[in-house]
């Protein structure tokens, strides 16, 4: 597990073209933070990256987007999910073997869809009371971004935190 801290929106979408590069069909990346705290803004970057075609947007209110790729990426926004035959049941015009699956609010109700996943979170570090309170001397785009790799096809991916790093960072050098 590690952290980086995103200082823009850029960033966030930089991090996630940055992931791009490791994905492939099938793989599953699940997205936990409050709202207003990335999830979104990172899947652009990645479907960006990828090759995406159309404007990824929040799927919140149709739960699930499928944007067309090699692969395509499957977005789905869990939020009013109760459980796995939920998701089941939006028959979407993909087959999630072959796509990559980005699931925002995911926590507690998708793990089971993979064994082997991306977890990323998303947090400001201001809390909100400071933020209000000091809102000339905070800036509310800085987010620390934690990437929990889970099973064998994350844990062996040794050049992720580098390259992740280094999509951040090498901005500020």
């Known amino acids: 597990m590690f952290t980086i801290t995103a200082r823009s929106a850029d960033d966030t979408r930089s991090l996630g073209a940055a992931l791009a590069r490791f994905v492939c069909g099938g793989d599953m ?22 090759g995406v075609k159309g404007r990824v947007a929040s799927p919140t209110f149709i739960i699930a987007r499928v944007h067309k790729g090699d692969p395509d990426l499957v977005h ?4 009013r999910i109760k459980d796995l035959d939920d998701l089941e049941t939006l028959d979407l015009d993909t087959a999630l ?16 869809l993979s064994p082997n996943r991306l977890e990323v979170t998303f947090k400001n570090p201001v809390a909100v009371d400071e933020l209000s309170e000091n809102l000339e001397h905070a800036d509310s785009n800085i987010r620390e971004v934690t990437f929990n790799p889970v099973g064998p096809r994350w844990t062996g991916e040794d050049a992720l935190e580098e390259t992740l790093r280094e999509a951040v960072e090498g901005a500020y050098a």
């Open 76 to 79: 789905v926004d869990a939020y």
């Open 29 to 50: 990346i699940m997205l936990t933070g409050d709202l207003g705290t990335g999830k979104t803004t990172f899947t652009q970057g990645l479907g960006r990256a990828m």
């Open 97 to 112: 073997e072959e796509s990559v699956l980005v699931v925002e609010w995911g926590e507690g109700k998708t793990e089971s």
